[in-house]
């Protein structure tokens, strides 16, 4: 019995009530339930992407596999992620993140043990419960607020502290940045963002950005989602 779950603190913009329909029904197609949490879901004293650690408490402990997903991903496969191995994406982007970690936090930073996008993370009860069992109120709040690496960087010191240690990922096609252009159509599951061309290519951020909505729309204009 699996489970995919899905996080959103305070009004629920229109890019979350779509991928809300869209992975719940994707959830359905592959056997798993579904459950979308709002608000202060884990501790309402962490921000907002922290309470995506909800998923390793022990009311999901029923389930053998848990997947966390962001609110603004989409699902554009008939694939099970459940057949998927990895606990999360592991891409040049999330290094350029774990070095910044480490030079802001290095008490807190071992680059031994993995560093996983927020996008996407995939864990085993057995995972969910060792995880579980290294939580404390220290961890949570030393990483709270601090940016790129809140939720990503308790999910670090967590796997450092169970010593987990792994050089397999979730492949990058189950989080694919939507202004990617080279090989989107291949994409498992795709991340909306709001831009529309990559970082660093040197066009100018009036340029660059655009709302997540419209993104998506253009998305869907072109059948890359529906």
């Not at 009311?59 to 596999?65: A, L, P, R, V, W």
């Not at 990895?86 to 970690?101: C, H, K, L």
Request: charged fraction near 25%; aromatic fraction near 12%; proline fraction near 4%.
């Amino acid at each position: 019995m699996n489970l995919i779950l899905q996080h959103w603190s305070g009004p629920m913009p229109e890019i979350v009530e779509r991928s809300w329909g869209n992975v719940s029904l994707y959830a359905d197609h592959v056997g798993a339930y579904y459950q979308m949490r709002h608000g202060d879901a884990f501790d309402g004293r962490l921000s907002a992407p922290c309470q995506k650690l909800v998923m390793l408490e022990e009311d999901y402990d029923d389930f053998d596999t848990v997947v966390m997903l962001d609110a603004d991903m989409f699902t554009r496969t008939s694939e099970s992620i459940f057949d998927v191995e990895g606990v999360g994406i592991s891409t040049p982007y999330q290094a350029d993140i774990f070095a910044r970690m480490g030079r802001t936090l290095p008490e807190l930073t071992d680059t031994r043990y993995p560093y996983w996008g927020g996008a996407i993370w995939k864990l085993t009860r057995e995972m969910r419960q060792e995880f579980r069992s290294h939580l404390t109120d220290d961890i949570v709040q030393a990483f709270s607020g601090q940016g790129n690496f809140e939720d990503e960087g308790i999910m670090h010191r967590l796997a450092t502290m169970a010593d987990y240690k792994t050089d397999t990922f979730i492949p990058e096609r189950w989080s694919w940045a939507s202004y990617d252009e080279d090989s989107i159509e291949d994409a498992a599951m795709i991340h909306v963002r709001a831009r529309k061309v990559p970082w660093g290519c040197g066009v100018p951020k009036r340029d660059a950005t655009g709302t997540k909505i419209e993104n998506y729309r253009a998305l869907v204009e072109r059948g890359i989602l529906s």
